[in-house]
């Protein structure tokens, strides 16, 4: 009996090579998260040692390999009703696209977030 057509490709794909200089089999990259502004997602956060889920909605993107602080001044003049108008966490740039949180508080009192990419979910 023949082999079928699917037994037939998947012998025909080869393992991936190993990169030339490092001799590490490269990974395929995963597909990029994308939000769009107005979009409420949430993450899990060690906070004090307890993790938490925060919640909130996307207010600014920022493009990978920028710094939030070149962004700052744009956000303050979009966004005015936020109490809190510095970001919480690391400025630095980051090798992927960021996306700027507002998190509300029970008092009503919003701070900015820029959680990581990996960690945020879209919440239904």
Same mark, same amino acid.
């Given at each position: 009996?023949s /082999?079928?057509k699917n037994e037939? *490709?998947?012998?025909?794909?080869?393992p991936?090579?190993p990169?030339?200089?490092?001799?590490?089999i490269?990974?395929? /990259?995963k597909k990029?998260?994308?939000?769009?502004k107005g979009?409420?997602?949430y993450w899990?956060?060690k906070?004090?040692?307890v993790?938490?889920? %925060?919640?909130?909605?996307?207010?600014?993107t920022?493009?990978?390999g920028?710094?939030?602080?070149?962004?700052?001044?744009?956000?303050?003049?979009?966004?005015k009703?936020l109490?809190? %108008?510095? %970001?919480?966490?690391? *400025? *630095?740039?980051? /090798?992927e696209q960021s996306f700027?949180?507002?998190? *509300?508080?029970?008092?009503?009192?919003?701070?900015?977030?820029? /959680?990581p990419?990996?960690r %945020?979910e879209?919440k239904v």
């Open positions: 009996m /082999p079928s037939k *490709t998947a012998a025909k794909k080869k991936p090579k990169d030339s200089v490092s001799g590490k490269k990974k395929t /990259p990029e998260k994308k939000f769009k979009t409420h997602v899990i956060a906070v004090d040692g993790l938490r889920q %925060l919640e909130g909605v996307v207010v600014y920022i493009p990978k920028k710094s939030f602080d070149n962004y700052i001044n744009k956000i303050n003049k979009k966004i009703n109490s809190v %108008l510095k %970001l919480k966490g690391n *400025t *630095t740039p980051r /090798p700027i949180v507002a998190v *509300t508080n029970k008092e009503g009192r919003s701070a900015l977030y820029r /959680p990419l990996s %945020l879209k």
